[in-house]
């Protein structure tokens, strides 16, 4: 089967890397977007079309803004896949490492790779909006002396030489992608399938205990809360938004326990229920 998936970046990036990794039993075409945003109308303008997002990195931290995005949108969180970031640095072929002069890449890329930019001391570091996309300038500029830090594919697609591969500080650097659908493409992707895993969101009052009651009720219920992030809601001082990610055993537990919080919460909206998802090697 064919799948039409929405990605912020081009190709090579580690979007489209993700999304061929999350759709690995189907052919794959990935419809390159310029921001976050656009992979949400690009959805809304074609609901056969599926997204892939980031939504949180091991060393960044939560890509806030996309939290919101996917509420906002009404769409359904099917599925999650964690890649595991390997940046490269690449280059025209035949460029030698003690010839880069200057080396390209988003600012997070460049981040990750301080280590190993310091033994690069005569190189000028540049950022740019996208890791694949520096490659891609790169090699259409013929630009010598250039490198830049993106992923293996990238280099790939572009015809550029790896000068060396590995170079992230952190090994332990993974980012976790959502794959997003309209909600009937999704009914349709969900049905006969495993689910184990629950976003949500909901907002609280602004008193005492209102989080911790739900922490307990959670707990009762035997949910295991992997992730919760706050985020303000404007225009209500001190009133703040919940995204919480919960893993189960017993989907009818599970049910259960929203059914014990909801009548605590405001604004209560289940983003998704799907199978916990893979982490890449």
């Given at each position: ?33 310029d ?22 990195n ?45 080396v ?7 981040m ?30 013929q ?37 997003i ?19 949500l ?47 189960f ?16 919460t405001?604004d ?7 199978e ?6």
């Open positions: 089967m064919k799948r039409k998936v929405a990605i912020q970046g081009i190709a090579g990036s580690y979007h489209d890397i993700a999304a061929r990794k999350y759709f690995d039993k189907d052919e794959v075409e990935t419809i390159p977007c921001t976050f945003n656009g992979v949400i109308q690009t959805i809304k303008k074609d609901p056969s079309i599926m997204g892939l997002m980031a939504i949180e091991t060393i960044a931290g939560s890509l806030l803004q996309n939290h919101e995005l996917i509420r906002e949108s009404d769409f359904s969180i099917i599925g999650e896949y964690k890649l595991r970031i390997s940046h490269s640095l690449v280059a025209l072929p035949g460029t030698k490492l003690e010839e880069v002069t200057e390209n890449s988003h600012p997070i890329a460049l990750q790779c301080t280590d190993f930019l310091k033994t690069l001391p005569n190189a000028k570091v540049v950022e740019k909006e996208d890791t694949a996309g520096s490659a891609k300038w790169i090699a259409k500029q630009l010598k002396g250039h490198a830049a830090i993106c992923g293996k594919l990238a280099a790939e697609i572009y015809g550029m030489e790896v000068l060396a591969e590995g170079i992230e500080t952190n090994k332990r650097n993974f980012t976790r992608f959502l794959a659908a309209d909600r009937w493409t999704a009914d349709e992707m969900l049905k006969n399938t495993t689910k184990n895993k629950a976003s969101v909901f907002a609280l009052p602004h008193s005492v205990g209102s989080l911790s009651k739900i922490l307990t009720i959670l707990s009762f219920y035997d949910m295991n809360l992997s992730k919760i992030q706050s985020l303000p809601i404007i225009g209500r001082e001190w009133e703040y938004q919940f995204y919480i990610n919960l893993t055993n017993d989907y009818t537990r599970y049910r259960q326990a929203l059914d014990a919080i909801r009548p605590l405001k209560f909206k289940i983003l998704g229920e799907y916990e998802g893979r982490q890449s090697l």
